[in-house]
């Protein structure tokens, strides 16, 4: 089954951090870009990171640069996001997704909630 | 980096054609992507490129693009197509390499 879960998500303080893992399943994980995009809640869609299949190009938004870091293990079919110096308008449902041509997000995981709160 | 508008709110009648628009710069060089996102749920692919329909989206979603204007047009709308819909697209300004996301608009289906 094509699938991707995400795993990780949680309530941590202002200022901590917090490791985002993305599984991927039925496909050839190492084609792909891979990205991740998260949505504050109520609140709509915002492009987070995204990283190449070979992990050789990265992106990231303003909002998160510097303190976030993605990454991926082609070996295990994973994708990761290292989330530091979090902070409150960080908290979002943190979507993993499969991506073409950079833009294109054709399969999202479930999502996890990240809370950044005192 | 480029920004994309979306409606916040449109609404059609059950059977009727709707059409969602997004506007932004970035799309007179870069095809807009649409995804449709239900209550509770992850956000899916309905429309992307010129337009290209995933696997398993109905053939009443199809999508357009005139300067910098795209759009999202569902032909006979469905209970089911009730949902917030978001365009995206690269950002035409500075390097390319980043990704932007309209402010989504919300379908109500009469």
């Known amino acids: 089954q094509v699938q991707l879960v995400e795993s990780g998500g949680g309530l941590v303080k202002p200022g901590g951090s917090l490791r985002l893992s993305c599984a991927a399943s039925g496909f050839t994980f190492s084609d792909y870009y891979m990205s991740w995009i998260r949505q504050a809640p109520g609140k709509g869609l915002e492009w987070v990171s995204y990283?190449?299949?070979?992990?050789?190009?990265?992106y990231y938004a303003d909002s998160v640069k510097g303190r976030f870091t993605i990454s991926r293990d082609n070996a295990k079919n994973s994708l990761y996001l290292q989330m530091n110096s979090l902070r409150a308008e960080d908290t979002a449902v943190y979507y993993c997704a499969r991506v073409g041509g950079i833009a294109v997000a054709g399969l999202w995981g479930q999502g996890t909630l990240v809370t950044v709160s005192s | 980096s480029s920004e994309l508008t979306q409606d916040p709110a449109v609404s059609v009648a059950l059977g009727q054609t709707v059409r969602i628009t997004c506007q932004g710069d970035?799309?007179?060089?870069?095809?807009a992507s649409w995804y449709q996102q239900k209550p509770g749920q992850a956000p899916v692919l309905v429309i992307y490129g010129k337009n290209n329909r995933p696997s398993g989206i109905p053939d009443r979603f199809s999508g357009s693009s005139s300067g910098n204007t795209a759009s999202l047009t569902i032909t006979g709308a469905q209970a089911e197509d009730e949902a917030d819909y978001y365009c995206?697209?690269?950002?035409?300004?500075?390097?390319?390499?980043?990704?932007?996301f309209g402010g989504g608009t919300k379908l109500t289906v009469l």
């Open positions: 995206n697209s690269r950002d035409s300004s500075g390097n390319h390499l980043n990704v932007v």
């Open positions: 970035s799309l007179r060089s870069y095809y």
């Open positions: 990283i190449s299949s070979s992990g050789s190009t990265i």
